[in-house]
């Protein structure tokens, strides 16, 4: 996807640097205050100056707590609340996000931590789908265009992290936001309507405990950089060398 | 015998003539009714909107899958935030019910649609945010009718909860 249109780059800084001139307020020699992260224009193109990422501190993320989950259903319209997939067994459902319990062995330590598409910077869903409808976008976000999607699930067996579901039955009254339908595979897609709109995925607006943090990986002055370069994370599975961009603290 | 026969005949004459009188309408199958739709005009000219409105819609769903671009001008959600008649219930028709612009026309056209296998088949409508005109104001509404019974109601409904929550 490395040769995507890329809108004009000096242009795109020029208006950076007027916005910043004019609207945000600097509390420090090269530190700018905005309310939330800067929206990208409508009409612009995603590039790849931008890696979005979550950190997950499992640290904060409580046992028993689905509120990610809740609030993904609902964002996206899936699981219980859309009243479809009735015929559909457990194992059958869509499942953006779950909650995984830990458990040591040895102390018997329990924790747990939300478990979704990782947004591989390799993703082998994308490697394998025979279609190109698994594809990353420029911005690191790992997506399926349903539109040319045939249904085929290798993209299913070959995520490691068990995060994709294919969709058995006929659905009504999707949400406008996440088109879903039968026949097509779909995950995780870190709320890609709302982070475009320069908002928050919903999994992080709902958390209690404030256990996940989202943001811009390649920005060095975003929060999740910084935690990242200062306290220990890893990647799920990081022997397989997918360098995803969802990390977890504390496991 | 003769009579019986004629009067057999005759009844035949008039069953075909009165078959004749109901299947021959003016026009053969009836024209879609297109719903109004809001706004002054469409985003193309309506005779341009006719003819290309797959096109636009197939170059703009490939720019926002992949790119992002989130333009209104051709997205399906613009189409249907004017196309989309809102019912009295304060909700916009969906797809499965009657008098839904792009089912209408597409019946007709007998060309068969596969959006809405996916994407909502109306919009979320903003009218829904409104305390007054939610599904639950709209019954309350309805209820205000009999002031003594929305009472009950509201009474009703408190101790239930009470109970519920001891």
Same mark, same amino acid.
Not at chain 1, 169 to 184: D, F, I, S
Not at chain 2, 20 to 36: H, K, N
């Given at each position: 996807m490395s040769e995507q249109k890329q809108p004009d780059q000096s242009r795109r800084d020029f208006l950076t640097k007027g916005a910043t001139a004019a609207a945000g307020l600097s509390i420090a020699p090269g530190v700018l205050l905005f309310g939330a992260v800067n929206a990208? %224009?409508?009409?612009?193109?995603?590039?790849?100056?931008?890696?979005?990422?979550?950190?997950?501190?499992?640290?904060?993320?409580?046992?028993?707590?689905?509120?990610?989950?809740?609030?993904?259903?609902?964002?996206?319209?899936?699981?219980?609340?859309?009243?479809?997939?009735?015929?559909?067994?457990?194992?059958?459902?869509?499942?953006?996000?779950?909650?995984?319990?830990?458990?040591h062995k040895q102390t018997g330590f329990a924790h747990s931590l939300p478990m979704m598409c990782q947004h591989c910077e390799h993703?082998?869903?994308?490697?394998?789908? %025979?279609?190109?409808?698994?594809?990353?976008?420029?911005?690191?976000?790992?997506?399926?265009?349903?539109?040319?999607?045939?249904?085929c699930r290798f993209c299913m067996m070959a995520c490691p992290y068990k995060a994709r579901s294919?969709?058995?039955?006929?659905?009504?009254?999707?949400?406008?936001?996440?088109?879903?339908?039968?026949?097509?595979?779909?995950?995780?897609?870190?709320?890609?309507?709302?982070?475009?709109?320069?908002?928050?995925?919903?999994?992080?607006?709902s958390c209690p405990s404030q256990a996940i943090l989202f943001g811009d990986l390649k920005d060095p002055n975003s929060e999740i950089s910084k935690t990242v370069a200062k306290y220990a994370s890893t990647a799920i599975r990081p022997d397989l060398g997918l360098n995803p961009g969802v990390r977890y603290q504390g496991i | 015998m003769a009579m019986?026969?004629?009067?057999?005949?005759?009844?035949?004459?008039?069953?075909?003539?009165?078959?004749?009188?109901?299947?021959?309408?003016?026009?053969?199958?009836?024209?879609?009714?297109?719903?109004?739709?809001?706004g002054e005009h469409c985003v193309e000219d309506p005779a341009v909107m006719r003819k290309k409105h797959m096109d636009y819609l197939k170059h703009q769903r490939d720019e926002t899958m992949h790119q992002g671009i989130r333009t209104t001008k051709y997205s399906l959600k613009q189409?249907?935030?004017?196309?989309?008649?809102?019912?009295?219930?304060?909700?916009?028709?969906?797809?499965?019910?009657?008098?839904?612009?792009?089912?209408?026309?597409?019946?007709?056209?007998?060309?068969?649609?596969?959006?809405?296998?996916?994407?909502?088949?109306?919009?979320?409508?903003?009218?829904?945010?409104?305390?007054?005109?939610?599904?639950?104001g709209v019954s309350l509404n309805k209820a205000r009718d009999d002031s003594g019974a929305l009472l009950n109601r509201v009474a009703a409904a408190h101790s239930e909860q009470a109970g519920a929550n001891q």
């Open positions: 990208r %224009p409508a009409d612009q193109a995603v590039t790849d100056q931008v890696r979005w990422g979550m950190l997950v501190d499992t640290n904060k993320c409580a046992n028993g707590c689905d509120a990610c989950v809740t609030a993904c259903k609902k964002e996206n319209g899936w699981g219980e609340q859309s009243g479809d997939e009735s015929h559909s067994n457990e194992l059958q459902k869509s499942q953006w996000i779950r909650k995984v319990e830990l458990r993703p082998p869903c994308a490697d394998v789908c %025979p279609t190109g409808a698994s594809f990353k976008r420029a911005d690191g976000i790992v997506l399926v265009d349903k539109h040319i999607c045939i249904g294919f969709v058995h039955e006929e659905l009504t009254h999707q949400r406008p936001n996440a088109p879903r339908g039968k026949g097509t595979v779909e995950a995780c897609t870190m709320c890609v309507g709302r982070v475009d709109a320069g908002l928050r995925p919903a999994c992080v607006e | 019986n026969g004629l009067a057999r005949l005759l009844r035949l004459a008039a069953g075909a003539a009165l078959v004749l009188t109901l299947s021959a309408p003016a026009s053969a199958v009836p024209l879609p009714e297109i719903p109004e739709a809001k189409c249907l935030e004017c196309h989309a008649p809102v019912k009295e219930s304060g909700q916009a028709v969906a797809q499965e019910e009657s008098g839904h612009f792009c089912k209408n026309c597409h019946v007709y056209a007998g060309v068969k649609i596969d959006c809405f296998e996916c994407h909502a088949t109306r919009p979320e409508g903003n009218a829904n945010f409104h305390p007054m005109v939610t599904p639950g």
